[in-house]
T-cell receptor
Framework: GAVVSQHPSWVICKSGTSVKIECRSL??????MFWYRQFPKQSLMLMAT?????????EQGVEKDKFLINHASLTLSTLTVTSAHPEDSSFYIC???????????FGPGTRLTVL | GNSVTQMEGPVTLSEEAFLTINCTYT??????LFWYVQYPGEGLQLLLK?????DKGSNKGFEATYRKETTSFHLEKGSVQVSDSAVYFC????????????FGGGTRVLVKP
C-alpha cells in the first residue's frame, strides 16, 4: 500500500494564528486526497475531498474559508487552519487514493492544540 | 444516508481470548465494507475488506464476513495478543455517497497479558 506522511505530527499555537498541515504521499500518485477530523475518543469526520489540480469539495458544515485545502501535486496536499481557535483543537488525518485502487491509505495524523 | 453502528468499548480481554466486535450498517445498494485499526498515536491502517455479499475478509488472524441479510460485518479473532490493543473502526463506501468512507464510532480494545 501507499506510505503517507503528515507534518507536523503535533503543533501548539495561539488563538488567532494560522497553522499549515502537510500531507505527503511518498510512493503513490494520489489523485484524490481526503482530510478528516477526529475528536478524542470519537470517529473520523470527513472534512473535504480534493482532487489534484482542482478545488476541494467540502462537507456540509465545514467552513471552506477557515480550512483552506490545496492539492497542487499528486504527492502533496496542505490543510491550513486560519485564525485558529480553541474549538479547532483536534486530530487531523489525511488519506489518499488513486486511479488504480479504491482503498484509502491514511497518514499518521496531526494533533493541533490551540491555546 | 449511510451509517455504521459498532459496539461501544472499551473491550478488555486477556491474552488468547476470543474477540468479537459487532458492526451493522445502513446503506443503499451494495457497499464495500472495511475494518480499519488505529494503534495509539498513529493513523488508521486498513485491516481487511469485503466488496460483496458473503465475501470474507481476513488478515493477521482477523476475519469478517459480509452478511447482506443481516447488514452486518462483525470482526472476529480467535486468540488475541497484547499487540492487538488498538481502536477498531468499521466503515463502508458506496457509489451513492460518492465513494466516501463512512465510519462507525470505533471500539477500543485492550488486551491484558
Amino acid at each position: 500500500g501507499a506510505v503517507v506522511s503528515q507534518h507536523p505530527s503535533w503543533v501548539i499555537c495561539k488563538s488567532g494564528t494560522s497553522v499549515k498541515i502537510e500531507c505527503r504521499s511518498l510512493d503513490f500518485q494520489a489523485t484524490t486526497m481526503f482530510w478528516y477530523r477526529q475528536f478524542p475518543k470519537q470517529s473520523l469526520m470527513l472534512m473535504a475531498t480534493s482532487n489534484e489540480g482542482s478545488k476541494a469539495t467540502y462537507e456540509q458544515g465545514v467552513e471552506k474559508d477557515k480550512f483552506l485545502i490545496n492539492h497542487a501535486s499528486l504527492t502533496l496536499s496542505t490543510l491550513t487552519v486560519t485564525s485558529a481557535h480553541p474549538e479547532d483543537s483536534s486530530f487531523y488525518i489525511c488519506s489518499v487514493t488513486g486511479t488504480s485502487t479504491d482503498t484509502q491509505y491514511f497518514g499518521p495524523g496531526t494533533r493541533l492544540t490551540v491555546l | 444516508g449511510n451509517s455504521v453502528t459498532q459496539m461501544e468499548g472499551p473491550v478488555t480481554l486477556s491474552e488468547e481470548a476470543f474477540l468479537t466486535i459487532n458492526c451493522t450498517y445502513t446503506a443503499t445498494g451494495y457497499p464495500s465494507l472495511f475494518w480499519y485499526v488505529q494503534y495509539p498515536g498513529e493513523g488508521l491502517q486498513l485491516l481487511l475488506k469485503a466488496t460483496k455479499a458473503d465475501d470474507k475478509g481476513s488478515n493477521k488472524g482477523f476475519e469478517a464476513t459480509y452478511r447482506k441479510e443481516t447488514t452486518s460485518f462483525h470482526l472476529e479473532k480467535g486468540s488475541v495478543q497484547v499487540s492487538d490493543s488498538a481502536v477498531y473502526f468499521c466503515a463502508l463506501k458506496n457509489k451513492a455517497a460518492g465513494n466516501k468512507l463512512t465510519f462507525g464510532g470505533g471500539t477500543r480494545v485492550l488486551v491484558k497479558p
